[in-house]
């Protein structure tokens, strides 16, 4: 057996860049699963699971300044945050490529939010 690679890439989606495909490389290898952790403003954080297969799932809190908690599961995405107040952004893992992923990025409320992010490659 091979011993496990890893490697961790962070980034930032900004509101200018909105909607789309981004090839996010790095890994310095193909990688065969991908763990995400994200935030939007101080609001929102997340940690997603994806793998080279169409099963990735996420988990989204949403605790601002009333603390209100709010837990979101989604079963299609990666990366996924919803509320009634803004800060809206959801992603979906397209590809594992030869030195990271291609993620593509939905910006679902153009409030000038800027969605950050970690990406731990494995392999």
């Known amino acids: 057996s091979s ?10 989606r900004t509101d200018a860049e909105g909607d789309g495909a981004e090839s996010i490389t790095g890994a310095g ?8 952790i994200s935030a939007v403003q101080y609001r929102f954080r997340g940690i997603g699971l994806g793998d080279s297969t169409p099963d ?15 837990m979101r599961w989604d079963a299609a995405r990666i990366i996924r945050f919803t509320s009634g107040s803004g800060y809206c952004w959801q ?15 939905d910006e679902m409320s153009e409030d000038g939010s800027n969605l950050d992010y970690a990406l731990l490659f494995l392999r």
Do not use: H
């Open 56 to 70: 990735d799932a996420c988990w989204g809190a949403r605790g601002d300044y009333t603390n209100n908690e709010q």
């Open 91 to 105: 992603a979906t893992l397209d590809s594992m490529d030869a030195d990271g992923c291609t993620i593509t990025f």
């Open 29 to 36: 290898f193909e990688p065969t699963a991908v763990i995400v």
């Open 3 to 12: 011993a496990l690679s890893s490697k961790l890439i962070t980034g930032t």
